[in-house]
Structure formats: structure tokens, C-alpha cells
């Protein structure tokens, strides 16, 4: 296993068009977080899943956002009727069980809206 | 509210010199720290952590400190070589939200050949 994946790596798309981001995580790691980084600060975090079960979402996911994680393995992350404000870097990463355990991130996706 | 700040937006140093990054958080609660660093068009990646329970931890060039009492924390890496410039990423996480990881802003560490 080679880390964390993300796909696709750039997707530019027109304001008020789907977007749909994909992360598969190391194989033995039950959490996976997603995170969204802009220009000049650093990652926020977005939700976080405990294998399949989505446990805590950021105000920062409106309700245009949406996450899955449907076999516990790779998750996706939905986002609707895209805004400008929207173009960001989104981050994905995953980690073991453990209080504390090393989170490792992708590489990211970052998406430009037009 | 910037729970972990970093306010030196970036940092030069000469090769073989000594890079300090600080880094100051507000939340008491935090029980865990780490840095990142980050590449461009890369994730960040992992270097090094401390617990709340040390002051000190060292892997390597890498060395990192925490005053808790002073809510602060520093990076020192020794010495420095041109391949560390990337922008380091403090960030604190605790028991609670989930282990929920908070970030500061980054410092872009510049070592100068």
C-alpha cells in the first residue's frame, strides 16, 4: 500500500455544477477525515468517519456538502451547486484507531470554480 | 477564533544553521501536537509530535518543544538543509471531537544554499 489516494487531482468546473471527490485511505486504518485548505492557511476540517459511520461534521460543510463512506473503505465527498467560494484544495487522510494516532494525508483535490 | 497560531508567515535560514518554528495555541484542552510539512502540489506529511504529558521530543534533525505553561510550542530543526524548505504546519488535536485535528496557518521555511 503506497498512502493515502485521491482522485481526481484537479477538476475545474462552472458555478452551480456537482462535484464529486474520491479518497481511498491505507488499507488498515478505520478513520478518515476530510479536510478543505485555501490560500495561505491550513487545513480545516471539514468530517471524519470511524469506518462507515460519519461521527462529526464542521459548520464549515453547509448542506450543499455531502460525504459517504458505504463500505468503510474509500469515502466520497459530494459538493452541490458549486460556488466560487468553493475553490479550495480538499484534503483527505486517514488514520488508525488510537487517541492521537498520526493522521497521513493525500495529495489532495484541488477544485477551481469558474 | 485561531485556536493554533503561527505568526511568522515565512523563514530563511542559511544550510547548516539552526530553523526555529514557533507556534502558540489558545485551547488548554489540546493534548497532542504536531508539524507537518508540505510540498507544493503534495499533501502535508507527517514529521514529528509531542504529547501534552513531555516537553521535549527528538526524531532526528528534528527536534520539538512544548511549554504548557506558556501555551507555545517550537520546531527546531539542526541543521538545516536546502531539501527542508516547504511550509511547516503546527497543529494540535485532543481526546475529545474525535481526535478532530486543528491547523495553524503555516510558516514557509526558506533554507538559503
Known amino acids: 500500500d503506497t498512502g493515502v489516494s485521491q482522485n481526481p487531482r484537479h477538476k475545474i468546473t462552472k458555478r452551480g455544477q456537482n462535484v464529486t471527490f474520491r479518497c481511498d485511505p491505507i488499507s488498515e486504518h478505520n478513520r478518515l477525515y476530510w479536510y478543505r485548505q485555501t490560500l495561505g492557511q491550513g487545513p480545516e476540517f471539514l468530517t471524519y468517519f470511524q469506518n462507515e459511520a460519519q461521527l462529526e461534521k464542521s459548520r464549515l460543510l453547509s448542506d450543499r456538502f455531502s460525504a459517504e463512506r458505504p463500505k468503510g473503505s474509500f469515502s466520497t465527498l459530494e459538493i452541490q451547486r458549486t460556488e466560487q467560494g468553493d475553490s479550495a484544495m480538499y484534503l483527505c487522510?486517514?488514520?488508525?484507531?488510537?487517541?492521537?494516532?498520526?493522521?497521513?494525508f493525500g495529495p489532495g483535490t484541488r477544485l477551481l470554480v469558474l | 477564533d485561531q485556536q493554533v497560531k503561527q505568526n511568522s508567515p515565512s523563514l530563511s535560514v542559511q544550510e547548516g544553521r539552526i530553523s526555529i518554528l514557533n507556534c502558540d495555541y489558545t485551547?488548554?484542552?489540546?493534548?497532542?501536537f504536531l508539524w507537518y510539512k508540505k510540498y507544493p502540489a503534495e499533501g502535508p506529511t507527517f514529521l514529528i509530535s509531542?504529547?501534552?504529558?513531555?516537553d521535549k521530543n527528538e526524531d532526528g534533525r528534528f527536534t520539538v518543544f512544548l511549554n504548557k505553561s506558556a501555551k507555545h510550542l517550537s520546531l527546531h530543526i539542526v541543521p538545516s538543509q536546502p531539501g527542508d524548505s516547504a511550509v511547516y504546519f503546527c497543529?494540535?488535536?485532543?481526546?475529545?471531537?474525535?481526535?478532530?485535528?486543528?491547523f495553524g496557518p503555516g510558516t514557509s521555511l526558506s533554507v538559503i544554499p
Open positions: 497543529a494540535a488535536g485532543g481526546q475529545t471531537s474525535y481526535d478532530k485535528v486543528i
Open positions: 487522510a486517514s488514520s488508525r484507531t488510537e487517541p492521537g494516532e498520526t493522521q497521513y
Open positions: 509531542i504529547s501534552s504529558i513531555k
Open positions: 485551547n488548554s484542552m489540546f493534548d497532542y
